[in-house]
């Protein structure tokens, strides 16, 4: 499949350990955030979101937290699995609907 | 599977052409939205087009435009193409937008630009 990004950094993990992905945004100003995962030769498919009046969201095996006060954003994968690897965007929504991507993060998932 | 579904998969031309990339959005989806996905650049948002009209733009050349057609499917018209454009470009789709109401974007497989 293509590649997304040759020079993304990359979080190597231990297939059952936990994954913790990290993004900054730039816009203090955006109320909706989205963790996206990409495997190669896909399109990006959404993971979770969490709006600006909230800290933390959960999903299955995923954890969305944010800080506004120094603009952060993390996502939590417990128990990483092998179809756990691919690139990981977090986007901020700060005009309409339009989502602005950060450079993303690959996670590699050894078994 | 998103259900978007963008036309063709992959695409290859000469500089100078004019391709036309094309998606049909989710069941009821009212808005279309077209990114580009570079090695150098990521992701960058495009252009958004809701119900037949432009909603929204962003790093998008003159030498593109877009456009939705009543039956809510979406075309992106690139033209004078350049090495440069060579890159994924993904549409997608979300449901009604109204106000401040975000809603989900669902990306389609993508298509693949080679410019040589």
């Known amino acids: 499949g293509e590649s997304v990004g040759l020079h993304l950094p990359t979080l190597s993990v231990q297939e059952g350990d936990n994954s913790i992905i990290n993004c900054a945004y730039s816009n203090s100003a955006s109320d909706y955030f989205i963790w996206y995962k990409q495997e190669s030769g896909k399109g990006p498919q959404f993971i979770i979101d969490?709006?600006?009046?909230?800290d933390k969201r959960q999903g299955q095996r995923v954890t969305v937290l944010l800080n506004k006060t120094v603009k952060h954003l993390s996502l939590q994968i417990a128990a990483t699995q092998p179809g756990d690897s691919a690139v990981y965007f977090c986007a901020e929504n700060n005009a309409g609907n339009m989502l602005t991507f950060g450079g993303g993060t690959r996670l590699m998932v050894k078994p | 599977d998103s259900g978007v579904t963008q036309t063709p998969k992959h695409l290859i031309t000469a500089t100078g052409q004019r391709v036309t990339l094309r998606c049909s959005p989710r069941?009821?989806?009212?808005?279309v939205y077209w990114y580009q996905q570079s090695l150098d650049q990521g992701l960058q948002f495009l252009i958004q087009y809701y119900n037949g009209e432009e909603r929204a733009k962003g790093n998008i050349l003159e030498r593109f435009s877009a456009q939705q057609f009543p039956d809510l499917h979406s075309e992106l018209n690139l033209s004078s193409l350049e090495l440069g454009d060579s890159a994924l470009y993904f549409c997608a789709s979300s449901a009604k937008t109204s106000g401040r109401v975000i809603n989900e974007q669902f990306f389609g497989p993508g298509t693949r630009l080679t410019v040589l």
């Open positions: 969490i709006r600006s009046n909230m």
């Open positions: 069941s009821g989806d009212l808005s």
